[in-house]
């Protein structure tokens, strides 16, 4: 055990020519005596647990006596000391990392230096998210705390192969990273991108966290696809662990982050697991039509609505009686438009006032709209549909992507008709199959076609059935009971 400090004194003025004298509040130097000895006590008012450290001080002034002796031994320090996370430090930068972090520092007052770890981050409790909710299962998901989200992923997956590999990344932010594995079971090179990839992070903070994080690791640049899965739900996080997945947790955020992943992994859900492997089958082509619908079905309608006289007797229905005074493309265009306004108007607009909002939109932008020859009423039925069908896609940065690749099918075909709807569709079908975030082909296993991993796809098998690892795991051992 070596000194950091000279002196105490020594440890007090490091301190201020860190923080400053009375610059900022929460900077926090206090002299007390502890058996009998001066002792300067240093940490973030906010970061730690007020009551523990009293509590801690309490039972040390409590415990002493004449006869104990700890001015001039360090170790008899370390050693009574009465908390369970007690160690002591050598290094003044790692010092100032774990005091930002809210550890409580212990200075003797021959210098010696030791770090009492009584943080306590605010926060909530853990509560079901939002956006992946449930019917049946548990109702507990990560919150802004990196150490409550490491325990939800413990509690599941009692093993010793269970690794958290913390970094700290960023200039002034230095935020906690937790690579979570599976030792034994996750890839070593796709362990040791993520590593190399961390140590090249330089940026001044993450305030965004783990979205942040995910431009610097995939450097997914203007690419719309979401390269990684988002997950609130502990359960799914533990579930991809186990098949050879990597997670990565960012302190500050709710959402963890999975890879390697494709893009039918945005497309599961929990609850088709929570059900009978029948229902959950029957549940998860419902999704797969309602995600496919969603992308096609508007371009589609406004291409057999333009070219009608192409349609058979028995479609004939198809298209408007009356097209109206404004041209088809941009009813269609302003509308599906307009009802991503609206979402985003919902999201901004405050909880009591979010139902009159809803009502002047229905009014204004249904009833009113038609009656004035705006839109024909076929045009907001079809554009209300596809918005369902958008909403029954699990991954929110999937469903906004699918609205651009819509939009983007709906103008080529308007352009250039009949060739514009299926020439779109070949550019984005070769767009998705060259895409290869950590090596992973993102159509996988449609694109390279893997028939028994496909089935595993459109059908939610028993949990009774032994599954390898997925291949594109490239797990050491695919064998998941060895």
């Known amino acids: 055990m070596s000194k950091l400090f000279t002196s105490m004194k020594d440890g007090e003025e490091w301190f201020q ?20 000895m ?24 409590e415990s002493y006596n004449d006869k104990t002796k700890y001015r001039d031994d360090p170790e008899a320090f370390l050693t009574y000391f009465p908390y369970h996370a007690l160690a002591d430090v050598d ?14 520092c212990f200075i003797l007052p021959d210098g010696y230096t030791f770090l009492a770890d009584v943080r306590s981050y605010p926060g909530r409790s853990p509560e079901e998210p939002d956006t992946e909710k449930v019917i049946r299962g548990a109702r507990d998901g990560f919150t802004e705390n990196i150490i409550q989200n490491t325990a939800l992923v413990r509690r599941r997956l009692r093993t010793e192969d269970l690794r958290f590999e913390m970094h700290q990344t ?15 079971a996750a890839n070593e090179e ?10 090249e992070i330089k940026t001044d903070g993450l305030t965004m966290a783990d979205k942040s994080l995910e431009e610097f690791l995939f450097k997914q640049r203007f690419h719309p696809m979401p390269f990684v899965r988002y997950t609130e739900r502990p359960d799914i996080c533990a579930a991809h662990l186990l098949e050879g997945h990597i997670a990565v947790i960012v302190d500050t955020s709710p959402s963890v982050i999975l890879v390697p992943t494709t893009v ?7 609850e088709e697991y929570r059900q009978a492997p029948f229902i959950g089958t029957f549940v998860r082509w419902i999704r797969l039509l309602g995600a496919s619908l969603s992308l096609f079905l508007l371009p589609l309608w406004y ?7 192409y349609l058979p007797v028995s479609i004939s229905f198809i298209g408007p009686n009356d097209p109206g005074s404004v041209p088809l493309f941009l009813q269609l265009f302003i509308a599906d438009v307009g009802i991503e306004v609206l979402r985003m108007a919902a999201i901004h607009t405050p909880t009591p006032m979010s139902t009159a909002m809803g009502l002047v939109a229905a009014i204004v932008i249904g009833q009113v709209a038609i ?24 991954s929110f940065e999937l469903s906004i992507t699918t609205k651009i690749f819509r939009l983007f099918i709906l103008i080529c075909t308007a352009l250039f008709g009949a060739a514009g709807f299926f020439l779109s569709i070949v550019v984005l079908f070769y767009y998705l199959a060259s895409l290869k975030p950590l090596g992973t082909p993102y159509l996988w296993p449609a694109v390279p076609f893997f028939p028994e991993a496909m089935k595993r796809v459109l059908i939610r098998y028993p949990m009774t059935n032994d599954a390898p690892r997925p291949y594109i795991t490239k797990s050491p051992n695919r064998d998941r009971l060895s």
């Open 17 to 36: 020519s860190k923080f400053g004298t009375n610059e900022t509040f929460d900077a926090t130097a206090k002299s007390v005596h502890l058996w009998g």
């Open 38 to 61: 001066p002792v300067v006590v240093l940490y973030i008012n906010g970061l730690i647990d007020g009551l523990t450290l009293t509590t801690l001080l309490t039972e040390m002034q």
């Open 91 to 104: 290094d003044k930068e790692k010092l100032l990392n774990n005091l930002l972090s809210g550890q409580v």
């Open 170 to 184: 960023s200039l002034n932010g230095k935020t906690d990273v937790a690579i979570t594995f599976m030792k034994g």
């Open 190 to 199: 796709h362990l040791s991108y993520i590593r190399e990839r961390l140590d």
């Open 264 to 270: 039918f992994h945005h497309l599961q859900h929990a």
């Open 303 to 309: 291409l057999l609505s333009t070219y009608q006289q």
């Open 371 to 394: 009656d004035v020859g705006l839109f024909t009423a076929e045009v907001i039925l079809y554009v209300a549909v596809s918005a369902i069908f958008t909403f029954a896609i699990p």
